[in-house]
């Protein structure tokens, strides 16, 4: 599971063993929460995150959407600088 972005006590992953499973998404993790994220709108998949964070990772997820989808499709991460 690599470590794409942290901030804001926020950890960014994405699961890249064979694309893990449709739809492509992310994984947000904070103290409390772990979460999966649609790249393609930023929206939580299911479960609960606070909204704040929910918030920030959508900013994050739309930010660098284009990135995002290249690391699902190509299965090969890179680190993305975390939100100022």
Known sequence: MPTISHFYGIIIVMYL??????????????????????IATGELMEGEFPPKAKALVKEFVM????????MW?????????PLD
């Open 73 to 81: 499709e190509t299965e090969q991460y890179a680190k993305l600088p």
């Open 17 to 38: 063993r064979n694309k893990e499973h449709n739809p492509p998404h992310i994984h947000a993790i904070t103290q409390d929460f772990d979460a999966p994220f649609l």
């Open 63 to 70: 930010n660098y959407q284009k990135e995002l989808n290249q």
